[in-house]
Nanobody, 125 residues
Framework: GVQLQESGGGSVQPGGSLRLSCAGSGYTRMIYCTAWFRQVPGKELERIADFYTVTGHTSYADSVNGRFTISQDNTKTTSYLQMNNLKPGDSGTYYC??????????????????WGQGSQVTVSS
């Protein structure tokens, strides 16, 4: 079956950087959109970045724009989230997700059929 394996979470001081990876395997259809979401206790799941694999178009939540960068490797099987200038408010559990929907990255959460296991990010001094 399809698996998304995340890695790269951890603890960092404010202003630091982390890079999350999401390695996908086992899928036989083209992935059109990869995305990263963030869950903070007591808050709704937040979509923070997405990447349309056909054109390379990216979009970001205002909360991370200019600090985070989503990208994909040349094999189109691994998604990355580079996080710079991290703030305490960025702490939470980060999930990658892949979608077969096209065109463009879907607006619906339900269109993301595959999810990573979650990576904990803690930003604290």
């Amino acid at each position: 079956g399809v698996q998304l394996q995340e890695s790269g979470g951890g603890s960092v001081q404010p202003g630091g950087s982390l890079r999350l990876s999401c390695a996908g395997s086992g899928y036989t259809r083209m992935i059109y959109c990869t995305a990263w979401f963030r869950q903070v206790p007591g808050k709704e799941l937040e979509r923070i970045a997405d990447f349309y694999t056909v054109t390379g178009h990216t979009s970001y939540a205002d909360s991370v724009n200019g600090r985070f960068t989503i990208s994909q490797d040349n094999t189109k099987t691994t998604s990355y989230l580079q996080m710079n200038n991290l703030k305490p408010g960025d702490s939470g559990t980060y999930y990658c997700a892949y979608s077969y929907s096209d065109p463009g990255c879907p607006g619906s959460l339900g269109a993301f059929g595959h999810w990573g296991q979650g990576s904990q990010v803690t930003v604290s001094s």
